[in-house]
């Protein structure tokens, strides 16, 4: 809820709060990048929670592992020596492809580090005003849970 709008789907909300905040590009390649980089992060965000909530998790956790490494080089690539997704400027994707990279370093910790671009990336983020203030607070401090209880990964703090 914001004022009197309602609304519901994490892609409607993202959108819409990128377009309140001007984070959704200035320029039509920042606009396009944001709206690819997006749709790749809730491909891989899907394909990962499938994972995590499959009741077979402990088997098709080999082989996401052995996926991960593709799916990390494609950022790599895509950010490329870009400060943001969206070039110089921040944009709403980022923030989903920060979470969802922060999460996958908590499945396979040290999984980032062969990527020194994306390194640098999440210590970018990581160096956001707001951000940093708030992942300096308790709740920041606090890894996890990443999923629901019924989940059989990050169902729990850790």
Known sequence: MDGDVKMTETSAIFAYLGRKHNLCGSTEEARIRNDMIYSVTTSNRSAFVFMCYNKEHEKMKGPFLESLGGRLEQYSQSLGKRDFFGGSELVYADFCVYDLLDIWNQ?????????????AYLARIEAIPSIKKFLE??????????NNKIAQWGNQTL
């Open 137 to 146: 607070s308790e709740a920041g401090m606090k890894k996890g849970p990443f």
């Open 107 to 119: 499945f396979e910790p040290g999984c980032v580090e062969k990527h020194e671009n994306l390194k």
